[in-house]
Each structure stands twice: as C-alpha cells, then as structure tokens.
C-alpha cells in the first residue's frame, strides 16, 4: 500500500476547499492500491482554510521549532501542520506503508520544493512538514509529478 495526498485522488481537501485530481491517481484508489491522506485535515484544519506556507526554512525546521507554518492571514498554525503530521506517521506506521506519492510545494506535503514563506509563488529546496517527518522516519517520499514521470520505474 502506498500513502497518496487525498487532493490527487480527487478528495476535495485543499486549502481552498477544491482538488489536485489526476485519473491516474484516481484510479490507483479505485483499484485500492492507495490509501489518501489530508496532513492537513488530520491536524484539525478545516476545509476550506487559509493558505499557508513555511516562513524561516522548511519542514524540518518547522519540526524543530526554528521555522513556522504561517496562514496568509498571519495565524501561526504550526501545531496544527506538526499534529497532522504526526497523525500520518501513525498510521504509516500501523499500516507498514514504505512509500508516499505527496502533492508538491504543499508546506505539509511538499517534496522537493515548497513556497518560500512570502505567499509570491516562489519556489524554494526542502519538504513540508508532513514530508520531512516520514522522511526523517526512513519513508520514501515523491511528488505526483515524478511519480508520473517515473511510473511503475519507481521503487515506492
């Protein structure tokens, strides 16, 4: 089984209360090889919410306390994004899941790069926190992009 962003699937769970749907993954869930998860969500979000990116560095940082997840209306909602985190973490664990096809520049799931914290649309390197902690716990992590790119190549 491999973990997906619920938004790829078609689950209307992004900020701005719509999808990042692709029939490619939204036939993976058909067929059950998928299991969607909203990081975001799971850490009490509501949908839609405020859109957020990661001010002074990325995932790990935030997860270290020197960063923070920052809602363009300037809530500070880190705990909220480290909670639904952990939340994915658990149930990755309980679920043997070794891989994660995650929705890119998300400050939760992003892989790879993510928004820069200035709400400009400029990209910077690192993960979101959702991505840094499985990461950081020996999950292999890729965005939807490369994923499609990589197809059945990849070693999810």
Same mark, same amino acid.
């Given at each position: 089984? #491999?973990?997906?962003?619920?938004?790829?699937?078609?689950?209307?769970?992004?900020? !701005?209360?719509?999808? !990042?749907?692709?029939?490619?993954?939204?036939?993976?869930?058909?067929?059950?090889?998928?299991?969607?998860?909203?990081?975001? +969500?799971?850490?009490?979000?509501?949908?839609?919410?405020? %859109?957020?990116?990661?001010?002074?560095?990325?995932? #790990?940082?935030?997860?270290?306390?020197?960063?923070?997840?920052?809602?363009?209306?300037?809530?500070?909602?880190?705990? %909220?994004?480290?909670?639904?985190?952990?939340?994915?973490?658990?149930?990755?664990?309980?679920?043997? #899941?070794?891989?994660?096809?995650? +929705?890119?520049?998300?400050?939760?799931? /992003?892989?790879?790069?993510?928004?820069?914290?200035?709400?400009?649309?400029?990209?910077?390197?690192?993960?979101?926190?959702?991505?840094?902690?499985?990461?950081?716990? /020996? #999950?292999?992590?890729? !965005?939807?992009?490369?994923?499609?790119?990589?197809?059945?190549?990849?070693?999810?």
């Amino acid at each position: 089984m #491999i973990l997906i962003s619920a938004c790829l699937c078609g689950i209307n769970c992004k900020y !701005n209360g719509k999808n !990042n749907s692709n029939p490619v993954f939204e036939a993976m869930l058909a067929r059950s090889e998928v299991l969607p998860v909203c990081p975001e +969500q799971l850490g009490g979000l509501p949908t839609p919410r405020p %859109a957020c990116e990661i001010v002074g560095g990325t995932g #790990i940082e935030v997860l270290e306390g020197k960063a923070r997840v920052i809602s363009n209306d300037k809530q500070n909602l880190s705990d %909220a994004f480290i909670k639904g985190a952990e939340e994915v973490l658990h149930i990755v664990k309980n679920a043997g #899941i070794k891989g994660a096809i995650f +929705q890119s520049r998300s400050p939760s799931c /992003g892989c790879g790069h993510i928004y820069d914290g200035t709400f400009s649309s400029h990209l910077i390197p690192g993960d979101g926190v959702t991505s840094a902690l499985l990461r950081k716990h /020996g #999950i292999k992590v890729i !965005n939807e992009a490369d994923f499609l790119k990589l197809g059945s190549d990849t070693d999810l």
